[in-house]
C-alpha cells in the first residue's frame, strides 16, 4: 500500500509552531513551562531539535488547521504524565486555563483535552462510543501507565478489537499506551504489547511503535489523512521523551511519512548480525554499538507491529549476507512482549532468528531498580 502523504509546508508548520508558543495578553504560567513552550518554538525556527512533545501538539495543530476536531482525554492528558505535552496550561495567579490548539481549529473544528476519572474502564468505553459518532474526529484516550490498560482489557477485547467483525462499526479511536522497562516495577513498564499482538487479525486494527518525534507525528496524521477507519494502538516512551538523540528535524515532518520499517545506514558487506527490535531499546542498542565500534552489527525497527510487511522485512534482510544471524530483541520477558508473534511471522517467511530478552516470567518486570539495571545490560551485552 502506497504511504498517506502527511507532511505539510514549512510555511504552515513554522506559523503553527509560533501561534502554539502564544500566550495571552496578562497570562503567566509557571517559568519552566513558559520556557519550554517558548525553546519548542525556537526548536521549529532553527528546524532541528524537536522533542516528542512539540511534535505531538504540532500533529494535533495540523490537523486542527485542516478542520479536523481533535480530543484526548485520561488521567493526566492535559499536562501529560510525564511532563511533557501542555497542551493546556494554567495561570499562576489566577488558575485560568488557556489551550492554543482550541484558537488553531478551523473550519467547525475544536480542541478538547480532558483530565479524566480514575476508571480506565468507563473512561475508554466512553470513548470508543465517541470515536463512534465522530469519525471525522481524531478521538485519544491516553493510560496514565500503559499497564492501566488492564483495566479496561474488557472493552478492548469485546469492542475495539472485535467491534468491526461482529457489527460492522468502524472506529478510529487512538490509544496512547506508555511502554518502556526502566525499572519502574511490575505496573509501571509494559503495555502488555503481547496482549494486543493476539487480538490482531484481519487488519483490524494498528499497532505501532514509534522511535522519534517525527514518526509520532506522521503516524497522528495518517490516523486520520487515511481514507478509512481503524483503531490504533500507540505503544508510547516515557525516557525517550526527553533522550537526548530522540529529536527530529522540520525537515523530517514536512517532507517525510510514517515509515513501518527504519534501518540504519549500514555497511551491508560488513554486517554479519542483524538484531530486529522495538521502542526504546534500539537507543540503547545503537549506544553499545557505538561504544564498541562495531561495524558488524545492523539494527532494523519495526515501527508497525501490526499490519506488519513481511515483503518488506525480507526486501531488507535479502540486502545483507545470506550467512548474517538474525535475532530479534526485547525487554520484555520471553513469554511476553512481541517475540512469539515475531517468530511466527519469521517462520511463515522461513526466516530463521533466535530471541533475545528477559528469561520467562510471571511478572512484568521486577521491582529493584539494581536487579532491573542487571538485567538491562545483560540484554544489551549479548
Known sequence: KAPVATGISAEILLTLARRLAELPPGFITHPKVHALIQKRFEAVLKGQGIDWGNAENLAYATLLDQGISVRISGQDSQRGTFNHRHCVVIDSHNERSYSALDTIACEGAGFQAWNSLLSEYGVLGFEYGYSLETPHGLTIWEAQF??????????IDQFIASGETKWNRASGLVMLLPHGYEGQGGEHSSARIERFLQ?????????????????MFHLLRRQMLQSFRKPLAVFTPKSLLRHPRCISSSDELTGGVFQTVIIDDADFEAVKRILFCSGKIYYELAEERERLKCRDTAIIRMEQLYPLDM????????KYSADCRLFWVQEEPENMGSWHYMARQF?????SAGVIGRPEDSSPAVGS???HNEKQAAIIGK
Open 146 to 155: 500503559g499497564d492501566f490498560a488492564n483495566g479496561a482489557q474488557v472493552i
Open 369 to 371: 531498580q539494581r536487579i
Open 347 to 351: 517462520q511463515k517467511s522461513a526466516i
Open 199 to 215: 487480538l490482531c487479525a484481519g487488519e483490524n486494527m494498528v499497532l505501532a511503535c514509534p522511535t522519534t518525534p517525527a514518526q
Open 311 to 318: 515483503n518488506e522485512i525480507k526486501m531488507l534482510i535479502s
